[in-house]
């Protein structure tokens, strides 16, 4: 066994699109009426997004989710300068800074913003 895929329900998936897309995932093109997104990942992982109502055509008695501190994502930069500029890129769009970019002790230029869904989402450089 492997793990193979990272899943996010999203409460609107136009907003998750732009927001992951922003920090370089490949989502495809946009279709109102879809509401499945998988985006291939380097190491053959997967981001998957989906909409409520997707969820609500396969999960019976489905609640909406909010966001929480219980999964974080890590998005790894090229260089500390790319992590101030994604940050930039999604805060200016909107997005919440849960934690503006600054050099970490352990040697990493480091962020934390949060998608549309309140999800947490690390963008990381190594500093040297």
Partial sequence: MKLNAIGILC???A?????????????PEFTAAEGHYEAALDGGMRLMLDS???ARSFI?????PTGND????????????????AFESVTGTGAPAIRP???AFWGQRY??????DGN????FAPLS
Avoid: Q
Wanted: charge should be negative.
């Fill in 60 to 64: 019976e008695d489905f609640t909406e």
């Fill in 52 to 54: 409520h109502d997707i």
């Fill in 70 to 85: 219980l999964i974080t994502l890590a998005i790894e930069c090229a260089d500390p300068a790319a992590v101030d500029h």
């Fill in 120 to 123: 947490p989402v690390d963008l």
């Fill in 11 to 13: 409460s609107d998936i």
């Fill in 101 to 103: 970019p600054f050099d």
């Fill in 15 to 27: 907003a998750s699109l732009d927001f992951y897309r922003r920090l370089g995932v490949p989502f």
């Fill in 111 to 116: 962020a934390t913003v949060a998608d549309p």
